[in-house]
């Protein structure tokens, strides 16, 4: 499956992921490893190509980052990124200085060999997102020119004889227009990829490899309805059956309709071949939380409430061979496994292993891919595309999006607001384009009048952010007309609720959710 490979070679930049996620977009299968990959274990994979990506040293420091010059010499095509581009210059002879002022967004790239394979079908003036203080003022031997800016001598430069090519800007982030084409150029062109990894293809190999693995073990998985765990799920029940136990449990604080959603799914009216459980230990929960108001102490009681009710779970069923997980590729990368950035992604589920839960190794099916590639996987397997394209939620539920004591009446009040605030986004055609979006219950109950009759009831908070990594976000900019249809209708729809707000806030100050 992976005989064609691309790597990239981390050296600390912010859009490592990107580069691989581009470079899967060809349709080539694209791996990412820190700078301090091995040599032989390169040598090993064997990839048609080698992606080196910017970071924030200089390449010139004693102590930055770098690489023996024998990744140059094994006659792989390598293509350096910012820092990637200027190590390339460093180490083969060329020179990097740091330049009098810094050259960083929107910049008008001049090509200057039009016929450079990296340039094939882009423009000859195009617009490229630059971010970097040192620059190549002397290119290494053997290398030539392809394009300027006007701060900047050499924008891109060649050695055509060994296949080496050094780009300083960023053809990875969409903000450099033609960069798709640029890397697409390098991959097909220059590594000669045939850009045969499919989605179909990578679903039956894993199919396949799970089946050979686990035999005619036990596998058991938690499953909560969100995209990664339902995936997986599938993934194994399409490779062993009923051999796969799935526990879903029902904490009570599920959106609107969910639990029977996801029994439609995974239960046994549903579609796939599996041994499925679904706890409703809704009353668990509520009896748990009965009195808490403090967010964290809400967080902690409901993680431990899960805990205890799997471990029953598991109990019943007795030991495992294998335990199913929906590690997908950004936690291996961010976790520090993958890539060489910091990790920056604190992964609010990942506690450890279970040691309550009897078994000998784990399962992560989805290892390898991407967010939007687990969705594609999804959808290739049949699931519903209101599951494969639900929006991140969180691990405590409603828990965390009501103010103050959970009560089983507020659950109701935010579960119902939250379901016609979610109708009518869908119903504007903006759902899919705005990063996540919700009901929270504020704790505030205020006077109000309707029909004659005097009210003190909850008021709503309408949340909705654009974000594009979840540690930064902006209140999205939604029509007037859509949120006064939503007001309205929760108002006459929702008994309890008589004000609606919309929450401005931006994260920072702010956090997505609302707790
Ligand atoms: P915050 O609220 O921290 O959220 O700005 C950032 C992103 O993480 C999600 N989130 C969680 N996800 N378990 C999860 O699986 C959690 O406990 C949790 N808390 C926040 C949140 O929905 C947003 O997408």
Known sequence: MKNELVIVIDFGGQYNQLVARRVRECNVYCEIYSYKIDIEKIKEMNPKGIILTGGPNSCYEADSPTYSKELFELGIPVLGLCYGAQLMQHILGGKVEKAAVREYGKTNVIVDKKESAIFKGVKEETTCWMSHFDYISKTAP??????????CPVASAENTDQNLYAIQFHPEVLHTEEGTKMLSNFVMNVCRCSGDWRMDSF????????????????????????????????MLSKAIGKQLTCVFVDHGLLRKNEGDEVEAVFGPEGPYDLNFIRVNAQQRYYDKLKGVEEPEQKRKIIGEEFIRVFEEEAKKIGA????????????????????????IKSHHNVGGLPDYVDFKEIIEPLRDLFKDEVRKAGLEMGLPEYLVFRQPFPGPGLGIRIIGEVTEEKVKIVQDADAIYRQEIANAGLDRSIGQYFAGL?????????????????AVALRAVNTIDFMTAEAAEIPYEVLNKVMNRIINEVRGVNRVMYDLTSKPPGTIEFE
């Open 203 to 234: 679903v039956e190999e894993s199919i396949k490899k799970i089946r050979e693995k686990v035999g005619d073990g036990k596998v058991l998985c938690a499953l909560s309805g969100g995209v990664d765990s339902s995936v997986a799920a599938v």
């Open 320 to 343: 495992v061979d294998y335990l199913v997980q929906g590690t997908i590729y950004p936690d291996v990368v961010e976790s520090g496994l993958g890539g060489e950035s910091a990790v």
């Open 142 to 151: 053997g290398f030539e020119i392809t394009s300027h800016t006007t701060d």
């Open 442 to 458: 504020t704790n505030m109950r205020s006077v109000g009048v309707m029909g004659d009759e005097r009210t003190y009831d909850y």
